[in-house]
């Protein structure tokens, strides 16, 4: 997992300087304390044959001091945490327009984007833009966290969260899901994609259309098991369906880098998927499929044909 301390966006930059900030002042703060501390305990000490010290009560300049230097410290970091928020935060305004919408399921991610192009796991975004991300949860309570480019948000069933999406270089960047949401938690990683801007369009468009039915051969017959098996129910293969489902849409799953989160996209690995999907996964959605092995291999041919 990347570090949040190597930010690669202007967003992720302003929260590490909001972080250093604060960390300057508290070392200061700290180090001032302790050493007047060091200081006292030394000068002051108690020797032989001293005797109780002058009692002060009461001082007006000292009571001044000592509220007002806490009082601008706490001022000063107000100021600095709502600038970096106004910074970090989509305004309310714009939020009508989300240029993309994530939405966290038990447990793998969602992308659609705004002409129905759709992605899992892998989300695109064209670098040097500020794309605004509509985040939102399918089930139970997630949270949305890419630490080198953006704050951490909490995908709530129901209620969506806004969050800006950016990067300044190309380049893969990990994500992972930040609040506890059952057994596969810490499976629910993710990439986010950043491509040059006439790279995303083109792949946001390709993503848009459906790919040909396979007319002869494993795949062919594949496709017949897939739809006999309903594993449409569960399973959109088109671009144009958009109904909401359990399971993720399959409609490019050839062109991804991986599969349930963390395992690479191969021919063996879909057919172990598709007959154990319960000891790739433990916990996940899917049952187990009883096919024979020909049957599993010919699905495989199926989706290995969806690019
Ligand atoms: Cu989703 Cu943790």
Redesign the pocket.
């Known amino acids: 997992m990347a570090s949040w301390l190597d930010p690669q966006s202007p967003e992720a930059q302003a929260i590490v300087r909001l972080f250093a900030s604060y960390l300057v002042i508290a070392v200061t703060i700290f180090l001032i304390v302790s050493s007047l501390i060091a200081y006292s305990l030394i000068r002051y000490r108690a020797r032989a044959g001293t005797q109780q010290p002058r009692q002060v009560t009461g001082s007006r300049p000292l009571e001044f001091t000592w509220t007002a230097i806490p009082l601008l410290i706490v001022a000063s970091l107000f100021v600095l945490t709502v600038r970096t928020m106004a910074f970090v935060d989509a305004p309310q305004d714009l939020t009508a327009n989300p240029g993309l919408l994530v939405t966290?399921?038990?447990?793998w991610?969602e992308a659609r984007y705004p002409n129905g192009a759709t992605a899992v796991n892998e989300i695109h975004i064209p670098t040097g833009t500020r794309l605004l991300a509509r985040i939102d949860?399918a089930d139970?309570?997630?949270?949305f966290w890419v630490p080198q480019l953006a704050r951490k948000i909490d995908?709530v069933p129901g209620r969506p969260s806004f969050l800006w999406l950016d990067a300044d270089a190309p380049g893969t960047y990990q994500g992972?899901?930040?609040?506890?949401?059952?057994m596969?938690?810490?499976g629910?990683r993710f990439q986010v994609i950043a491509e040059p801007p006439a790279v995303f369009s083109a792949w946001v468009e390709a993503q848009a259309q459906t790919p040909p039915e396979p007319t002869g051969g494993p795949s062919a017959a594949g496709a017949r098991i897939f739809r006999d098996q309903k594993c449409g129910e569960c399973h959109a293969v088109s671009a144009a369906d958009r109904a909401p489902r359990n399971g993720p849409p399959l409609t490019h799953i050839a062109g991804r880098n991986r599969l349930a989160g963390d395992l690479a996209n191969t021919p063996e690995n879909i057919g172990r998927w598709i007959l154990t999907p319960q000891a790739v996964k433990p916990g996940n959605r899917m049952p187990a499929q009883h096919l024979s092995n020909t049957d599993a291999a010919a699905v495989t041919a199926y989706l290995e044909s969806l690019r």
């Open positions: 966290g399921h038990q447990w991610w949860a139970v309570i997630h949270d995908a992972t899901c930040a609040e506890f949401c059952g596969q938690h810490a629910m």
